[in-house]
């Protein structure tokens, strides 16, 4: 599928705002709402729009802690892996997880109530796996930026579409 530029502005505006309504989007990429809508169906069918999602405010929900964790396993191998993979998507507390070129294995975006939470988690749950050979925290100060939206104009071509 070619994405042209009115693609790219409606991925735009609802990765910003993913429940605005078809009537209110389509006026705000100048289409009228039937030719929207079509547009929004086949970007969801070829996988561009993986899930429409509230994004959360994790501090009032009581969520203090953001900790970034680096993690080397005992063992590399193709089974290990996989363990360790399918034992952290179990892991509510994890929110992202990237296998790594470099001197780590594993990257993890943990998230807890507090210090004491993250404690009882590393100690009780994500330690007690055997795969793990070595874990650093990096505890995250201040928040910065924080966002799901990506830079969809590095997508745009200087002609009217690129393939994606």
């Given at each position: 599928?070619?994405?042209?530029?009115i693609?790219?502005?409606?991925l735009s505006v609802?990765q910003?705002?993913?429940?605005?309504?078809?009537?209110d989007?389509?006026?705000?990429?100048h289409?009228?709402?039937?030719?929207c809508w079509?547009?929004?169906?086949?970007?969801e069918?070829a996988g561009?729009?993986?899930?429409r999602?509230a994004?959360?405010?994790?501090a009032?929900?009581?969520?203090?802690?953001v900790v970034?964790?680096?993690?080397?396993?005992?063992?590399?191998?193709?089974?290990?892996?996989l363990e360790?993979e399918?034992s952290v998507e179990?892991?509510?507390?994890?929110?992202?997880?990237?296998?790594?070129?470099?001197?780590?294995?594993?990257?993890?975006?943990?998230?807890?109530?507090?210090?004491?939470?993250?404690?009882?988690?590393?100690?009780?749950?994500?330690?007690a796996?055997?795969?793990?050979?070595?874990?650093?925290?990096?505890?995250?100060?201040?928040?910065?930026?924080?966002?799901?939206?990506?830079?969809?104009n590095?997508?745009?071509d200087?002609?009217?579409q690129?393939?994606?």
């Open positions: 599928m070619y994405l042209q530029k693609d790219i502005k409606i609802l910003h705002d993913a429940a605005i309504s078809t009537s989007l389509a006026q705000q990429v289409l009228s709402q039937s030719p079509r547009r929004v169906n086949k970007l069918e561009f729009i993986n899930r999602v994004v959360l405010d994790r009032k929900l009581g969520l203090e802690v970034f964790a680096t993690v080397n396993l005992n063992q590399i191998g193709k089974q290990n892996l360790f399918r179990r892991l509510p507390e994890v929110v992202e997880c990237y296998t790594m070129a470099g001197i780590w294995d594993y990257v993890l975006k943990i998230v807890c109530r507090d210090i004491r939470h993250y404690e009882d988690f590393v100690r009780n749950t994500l330690s796996s055997d795969a793990i050979r070595e874990l650093h925290s990096h505890i995250a100060v201040t928040e910065i930026k924080n966002t799901t939206e990506l830079p969809l590095a997508q745009v200087t002609e009217d690129s393939r994606v």
